[in-house]
């Protein structure tokens, strides 16, 4: 997969654009699930940023070895602010908050991220109205969200409070995910894979002491975690970060906002089915109707592209 590059001159292939975003359909759809299993009984921060130190040091250093450029200075602090936008905050929140209330009802609020982009990119980014077909799938991809996992559907840990401080941490981790997606192909930026490498160093090399100051850890405590933690963050590390993220960011670049939209509408079905599976979440004949709904929304948005 590729990663964010310095703007293009030419446009993506087909196969490329799909390759990418099917990658980030899949592979992300399943990270709810394995963060949820990473942070069972590890505290949230501090897994992130060993996931992010581990898989930004392995691209980092892949990339450098394979002859691309060293960044310059004004390419670290690009990469570095979405880095902390993207990882640091947004997923940060989204560990914090998979604390309180189930994975798929997390995969739920990210159909919230489709709002944010093409919002931010009508009335700040772009100045960019999207196409009335693009907004008739928006609504009809929130719908679909809605019916997929209706709060009352799921059984999480906590009370109406708890619940609402996941939700309000998700919420607004998708906010700052919309604006580093949309400051992506307007800043300075390495190339190849050498920029996913720096955004996840420098979003785990803050969220670190962040993590030692917050919560019950030292630099060593990933050495007592159990079993079932440590192989979820491998497979987040290989299939969520190096995979998933180097896709997804190779979409900021390359495909439109309302295309690259779409995912957070094909995640939570992914989220639902797998959470159903492996961790007791309750699918109903209602979510399954909401998947579809939700799945017709993300072609509407598909064929509204302008």
Known sequence: MQAITSPATTSPSRVALWGNLISVYILWGSTYLFIHFMTERMPPLYMVSIRYLIAGTILYSFARLTGTPRPTRLEWRSAG??????LTIANGCLSMGIQYIPSGMAALLGGLLPVYLLTLNWVSFGKKRPSNLALAGLLVGLIGIYLLIKPDKLQGAGGTDTKLIGVGLIAFGNFAWAIGTLLTPRLALPSGTISSGIQMIVGGLILLPISLLMEPVTLLSILDAPTKAIGSMIYLVIFGSIMG???????????????????????????????????????????FVGAIVALVGVILITLGRK
Do not use: C, D, H, K
């Open 245 to 287: 993220f180097s896709s997804y960011s190779w979409l900021a670049r390359n495909a439109t906002p309302q295309l690259l939209s779409t995912y957070a509408f094909v995640n939570p079905v992914v989220a639902m089915l797998l959470g159903t599976m492996f961790a007791g979440e309750i699918f109903s004949s209602q979510s």
């Open 81 to 86: 602010i979405i880095g902390v936008l993207l």
